[in-house]
């Protein structure tokens, strides 16, 4: 099958490697012919690029693999919904890119209205399972607050706290996420899969930089030595419009938020997670 990857990065790079390994014919723009088109930029140009590439996609399966919000936290789901109605698909789960790239045992869950079986059948291999979810809200919620809390967790490793308090910012922060996710109208059973706590289990680049975090780095710092802001960082402002607009109690989140934009202290923010 001929597919387009849009943003060549670390992810879409190891996207492309692992679907050249399927025999399929890969490209890093849009093609007359290709069915399949696979989104791995930063979450923030996702819906500005497909809109400018409306024209030429608007039959293809769209799949996003990009983890967090559109801008103001609205759904990419809900950003995209009135032009790409019943072709797009989220594609999220503990799969780093490398990962991928090699060829290791990997596994991600796919939700969308549409067919998702026809694009498992494509993207699947003995080394990438993919699941499927209905609950769209769900799992973009999940793959993108997962973000948040695995940056928490890495303030408290950073810090010098010990694996018990990781394990407890772990689990005030799943709640919260379930609880934001539910009165989104997700289904509190999918943060428990792939996109959520599947993902949680990773070290990931939003995990290293809660180190930098906890061992008293400035966030301008961290971004400029890393060269990017990990997604973790639009997630978090965005999880706080979400709560706010939507009247939700997001503790959890505000103390993150104290903690990375407006000063307090690691120690003050650990002590504050309930």
Do not use: W
């Not at 549409?114 to 399972?129: A, N, W």
């Not at 209905?134 to 973000?147: F, I, W």
């Amino acid at each position: 099958m001929k597919i387009s990857i849009i943003g060549a990065g670390h992810f879409g790079r190891a996207m492309a490697t692992h679907l050249r390994r399927l025999n399929h014919s890969v490209h890093y723009e849009i093609q007359e012919q290709t069915k399949l088109v696979i989104v791995a930029t930063p979450s923030y140009a996702v819906v500005p690029a497909l809109f400018e590439l409306k024209d030429q996609i608007q039959n293809k399966s769209i799949v996003i693999c990009s983890k967090g919000f559109a801008e103001g936290g609205i759904l990419m789901s809900e950003a995209l919904k009135k032009h790409f109605a019943n072709n797009l698909f989220f594609l999220y789960g503990p799969a780093l890119a490398d990962g991928i790239r090699h060829g290791d045992l990997s596994a991600m869950v796919l939700a969308g209205n549409g067919d998702t079986e026809s694009i498992v059948k494509v993207m699947q291999s003995p080394s990438l399972r993919i699941e499927t979810s209905s609950d769209v809200v769900g799992v973009q919620v999940g793959a993108a607050l997962k973000n948040v809390v695995t940056m928490f967790i890495g303030v408290a490793k950073g810090a010098g706290y010990s694996g018990n308090t990781q394990a407890y910012i772990f689990t005030k922060g799943l709640q919260e996420v379930q609880r934001i996710g539910k009165a989104l109208g997700a289904k509190p059973d999918t943060f428990m899969g792939l996109s959520c706590v599947g993902d949680l289990t990773l070290y990931s680049r939003n995990r290293r930089l809660g180190v930098k975090l906890g061992k008293g780095h400035k966030l301008p710092d961290i971004i400029t030595e890393m060269g990017y802001a990990p997604e973790g960082i639009a997630a978090l402002k965005n999880a706080k419009i979400i709560a706010k607009r939507s009247n939700i109690r997001a503790p959890f989140i505000d103390d993150l938020y104290s903690l990375v934009f407006e000063g307090k202290t690691v120690a003050k923010a650990i002590e504050d997670v309930k």
